[in-house]
């Protein structure tokens, strides 16, 4: 028996092809986004995985090319897999070349990010309009998804690239889904799934998108057998399913099986490159309690953060656990939000599809399977948040009689356009702000420090950032910090001893290796950062060890490489120093430093003429350093000593 819904459904209306009111709605989301987020052009790149994914990574270092496209689809790099985000990357680090200007070289990266960004808020307001034929209410939705602050991390960190362009491809396949139920055509279908597929190779966050579908079946689409609510007008029959023709409820959930053999498919490899690359955290190393005490306390400061955005940062650390009253109070606002919804599912059945988005499509990163450290993260609400503003849009009054004889209605359109225009000035504005945030690493992790609270991970990095800006005291007072907060992780250690060993206190910088390792003994930073005391300290065959240790661990990493080929070096094992240096350089053919000292070997063992195209590699990627012209004219008189160290 098919339930009759009651009511006027205003977003049931036909949809139409693009009209005047529509490429002006476009032009102003364009316009709108474009201008909020200007000051990405000013950002460059952070030490939060944009090395991982960019600056540090040879592959997309070097650009296109048949070797990095096969890397692409085969590796499992940054315990992900996302072929597409590669390849996107890729195409940025050949565009540079030419568009970069002087001195930003994280600029095409960004550029593409915003574009990606802005063609993604047209999307939102093509498939809302398309579903629901309500041209402004789309609008609205898709305008303050398109300037809200926790659109910030999406847009302007580089390592997010997966994130819109997953989301541009899901929203593809939305619009295509959208054509497929009033064509009923399989090539439709086919775009469907082509679309969907490409968004998982983007990144796997959409893996219940084929669930949402079967939400818009029941609205707005009207494609269940419970639903017998038709749009009106010359056009109805294009707005969902002929009449009688409504498909029984089988065959719904019949054609979205393709779609779910996809999403278990990329659910399975999604989770061996991220268990392989060490992401995915065991249930001894966060507990089980905690993992199912985030999820409601996640989900509620999801809710808070679309209507508070002070309080944002690129990182929130994972409590454990949360204490019962709040995890208690979160469950009971998601249960009255959902019993609410219920209620309302026949009068309002917007509430429940939008609010069933918003569950949904946050299913795979509210932390049941734990992957990374974090209790959440603002890109996460990057498409689940329209759901939310689905259930706010469609709630609102429908302003009918805005005819000039009719006074009244008139004003309140008014009074409703200058409220709207209002909360976007507002959003626009906080966004602008929150994206100053992003302009380097130091800004950025500060601010996260200062809104959070007991933020080891921030506290760690922004110490990071402030080495490599040769700020080493400030460093080591928030390397402290962090590990003060932790003191119960290896890690926090080792790099409070880095830090104190960039400060000039090797004394400190040991103890601190040798706390770390008595935590990990199988820890390879700690290893590593205590060889290179021991090497400066004259000690080469302790240091050999000590890398070597780190090196069992990390067999790839070329900065250990490249220390173990000077610890060599300074033993007089040249062979072995040259072995090391060319596997650093295998792992990152522009390290000029392995380049140079690898020269200097070389010179060493006789081979001048192959020692001459790595100094001038050397030079070429570091010409500002004088140590390396002088080596190379060095060579070129027939004289050369041992390696020296910086």
Known sequence: MRTELKGPLPSSRPPTQPQGPDRLIIALL????????????????????????????????EGLGLQGVAWAF????????????????????????????????????????????????????????RMTGAAWRAALAAAVFAVHPLRVESVAWVAERKDVLSACFGLLAMLAYVRYT?????????????????????????????????????????RTPWLSHRPAGPSAAKAAEPAGATPKAERLIVEKLPLLALSAASCVVTFIAQRSGGAVQSIENLGLSARLGNVPVAYARYLGKMLWFGDLAVFYPFNRPWPAWQVGCAAVLLAGVSALALARVKASPWLAVGWCWFLGLLVPV??????????????????????????AVWSLPELKGTKPESPRPRALLVCWSVAFAGILASLSFFTAKQTDHWRDSVFLLDHAVRVTQNNWFAENNLGSALIEAHREQEAVAHFRRSRDIRPELAVTHSNYGMALARAGDSEGATKAFEKALAIDPDLADAHHRLGVLLAKAGRPDEAIDRFRRALRRRPDDFHIQHDLGMALADKGDWPAAIEQYKRAIAGWP????????LGKALVQVGLKEEAMDHFRKAVEYRPDEARYREAMEAALAGSGAGPTRP
Not at 188 to 216: G, H, I, R
Not at 590 to 597: D, G, R
């Open 366 to 391: 509210i932390g049941l399977v734990q992957a990374g450290v974090q209790s959440m993260a603002d890109r996460y609400s990057y498409l689940p948040s329209v759901g939310l503003l689905v259930m």
């Open 182 to 222: 009033r064509t009923r055509r399989w090539r439709e279908y086919a775009l469907v799934a082509a679309m969907f597929a490409l968004s998982l190779l983007s990144k796997p966050m959409l893996v219940t998108l084929p669930l949402l579908f079967l939400l818009l079946d029941f609205w707005p689409l009207g």
């Open 590 to 597: 522009y390290h000029a430093e392995a380049h140079f000292h």
């Open 74 to 129: 085969t590796t499992f790099h940054a315990a992900n897999y996302h072929p597409l985000t590669w390849l996107s990357l890729m195409l940025d680090a050949e565009l540079s070349e030419f568009l970069a200007p002087p001195g930003r070289p994280a600029f095409v990266f960004h550029m593409t990010n915003l574009a990606l960004h802005t063609l993604n808020a047209v999307l939102v307001f093509a498939v809302l309009r």
């Open 30 to 61: 364009v316009l709108l986004t474009l201008t909020t987020f200007a000051g990405v052009a000013q950002c460059g790149f952070i030490n939060l995985d944009d090395d991982v994914y960019v600056t540090g990574n040879p592959r997309v270092f």
